[in-house]
Every structure is written in structure tokens, then in C-alpha cells.
């Protein structure tokens, strides 16, 4: 047998084929050895990309028109007609690389619902995951789509479906709708229509989009969200269609960038045009840009708001003190400077505002573990992050075995 026959042989194969349960191998591991079964934990953003049931769908596109043209594309060419896909997206496998990233094509077995609820299942048991958000990488770049009608006939139907197909065939998976803003009455119909239903945590805006998140068209949704008292978050996602990532000629330049820069562009807008003043019940999150930015951000807007006061008038506290009222999910985390972030934690108040996310399955996705191994954080810090935060931001309930098992940490620290 040629030697090359036989290095590849020692090596283990992963394909689109190969199954959740194999490939997250290591995981479940590395949650045992941690006893991560003990932690109540929380996903506050995984993905899916259940291209089977785009037909079902499509069936709750309002528009008459929209959906016959829709049912023909995805018909003649599988094609999920009126969704703006991001070149950045495109990048994300490394050519098949990843294969994970591309697709999963393993068998689901004979189950009684989605095949992609059956993934989840078995993500969530190798990860030891008590509760996961769910939300489509499809419509991530929705927000660039230039036809307006087009992003609220599709996010409305997307958000039927996942609530009353998806999210009810198993209680553990949690939905964040999303909110169309180039169509601020189909917004406000929106929350209206789902908040409080099965499943629903909250409400979420893909942030790659040019839209002024202070204009005044959207006060009327953001009092909304306020009433409910559900949290809005803002999903970062990757665009190579925005002109200063357009002077970008690597995939790593954009990734690196264009997820902190949606963020850090609506975050800006937010606190200096008072919006936590105006709507200071209005539970926020900023979700996918990771944390290494935060404490920039904090810097950078309190030296320039401590000179320039007069052109923030609605703001009664620095931004920074805004930002730490906030929420951030933790991946991607920059764990390769441990003593960064640490710093960056403190910055954040990490023990109350940080939530843990996974982003599986995505290339660059982190284990819950990438938290349970911090060794700066205490017993408390690292489950209230794993899950007793987001058990907060979102109003679940915990289970009192968990509550037993946190109280007993905190003795012990104590």
C-alpha cells in the first residue's frame, strides 16, 4: 500500500455525511469531564439552514404574487427566491474544507419531527445544552435586500413557520423573529403578533443593513418591545457588499471586521442619540461580534462624549455605564489573550451581562467549555454566563436541580 494510502488511512474522514454525534465527539467529552450536565446552559445563537422545508414556508408568504414566484424558483432551481445572500457568506467553508460549514447531509433516522430538530437534539446533547436560539443563516444578509416588501413578506412567513412548525415540536429550542426594518408597521405587527407565544425569547435585528436605528420611524416598535418586555438583539453577520470591506482582498480581513463594524456602527447610534434614556426597559443585546471591541468602544465614546456633551443632551450617564447595562454574547471569544480578556470581562460586568453562545455550526463556533475553562472566572461567574444570564435576559424558568447546584457553588466559593 502506497504510504500515502496509509497516512490517510490514521486520519480520521468528515464529510457533509458525517454524523453530529461524530463530529462533536470531543465535545461531549470535554462536558463530561467538566460536568457540564450539572450547569443549566443556554444557546443564545446556534444556526440552521433547513432548505426541506422552504416549500412550507413559502406557503405563509402573504403576498399572492411573492409566493407564486417564490414556489416557481424554489420548484424549477431550489432556489429561495427573494433572500440576499452576502458574498461573505460564501467564504465561511473554505472551499469544502470545512465540511461541517457546508452542509449536513447525515441521516436523521425515522423520527416524528424535522430532520433539522433532530440535529439540533443532537448537537445539543453533545455540547450538554439545556436550551438553544435557533436562527437561520439564510436571512442574516435580509437586511441589504433591496426590495423592502420583499424582507417583511419573508421575514413574517419565516417566523410563522419557525414558531408554530419548528420551535413546537421540541420546547427546548427558543426563537428570536425576526424584525424586517425597512418595514417598521410589518415590525410592530410582528412583535404584536408573537411576543409571549411558544418559544419566543425575545426579537432580533440582522445588523448588516444601512438602517438609522434612531430614526424616529422606529420609536413605535422599540416602545413595543418595551411593553413586552422582551429583549431586542442585533445578529452581526459577514459582508464583503459594504464599501470599506469592498477594499478587503481576503475572506480573514472581512471576518475579522465586518462583524464588529455592523455592530460598533448601530451600538454608536443607539447611546448617543439616547435610546437607552428613552427606553430605558428595553432589554438590549449584541450578538456574534465578540467581546474585544466592547472595551474600545467604551473608551472611545466616553473620551469623545466628555468633550462633546452638548451633542448627546439626552444622556444623563457616560456611554460606557449604558454599555454595561447591556448584553453581549460570547463567541466568537478572543481567547488568545488570556490576560485581555480577562480585562475585557471586567469591562463588560461578564458575571451579569455576558450570555454564552455557541454559533454551531459555524466554522469558528465555541463550546461551552471555551467558558467553563476560563480560570479567572469564579464558579458563579461561569454559570451564570453558561446559562443563568440568559435565564434572566429572557425570563426562563431553571430547573431546580440547577438552582440546587448553583446555590451549592456559591457556598463553596463563598
Known sequence: MPAEQRVKRLRPEYDTHTPTQELLAHARQQADALNLDDYFVVDVDSHREPTACWSEVIEHIENPVMRANARHDFDVRRDILYVHGSRGHTFQAMHGRITHQDAQNEPAGESDVYRDVELCRRAMHAMSIDAQVIFPTALLGMGMNRLAEAEAQIAYAYNRWMVERFCSQDQR???????????????????????????????????????PVHDNQYMRLYAELEDTGCPLAFHAGPTWDDDWMKTMNRFISVH???????????????????????????????????LAWVPFMMQRLDHEYLKRTSEAPLLTRLPSE???????????????????????????????QLVYSSDWPHWDFDLPSSIARLPFLSEEAKRNILGLNAARLFNLEVPERFTKAAASSATRDA
Open 173 to 211: 429550542l427558543l426563537f428570536l423573529p425576526y424584525l424586517p426594518l425597512q418595514d417598521p408597521d410589518m415590525c410592530v405587527r410582528i412583535v404584536r403578533e408573537f411576543a409571549g407565544r411558544p418559544g419566543v425569547v425575545g426579537f432580533l435585528v440582522t445588523s448588516v443593513r444601512y438602517a
Open 256 to 290: 475579522a471586521l465586518s462583524f464588529v463594524h455592523c455592530n460598533l456602527v448601530h451600538l454608536t447610534n443607539w447611546i448617543i442619540n439616547g435610546l437607552p434614556e428613552r427606553f430605558p426597559g428595553l432589554k438590549v443585546m449584541w450578538v456574534e461580534s465578540g
Open 322 to 352: 449604558y454599555m454595561r447595562d447591556m448584553y453581549y454574547s460570547s463567541q466568537p471569544l478572543e481567547v488568545d489573550h488570556p490576560r485581555l480578556l480577562q480585562s475585557t470581562m471586567e469591562a463588560v460586568d461578564a458575571k451579569t
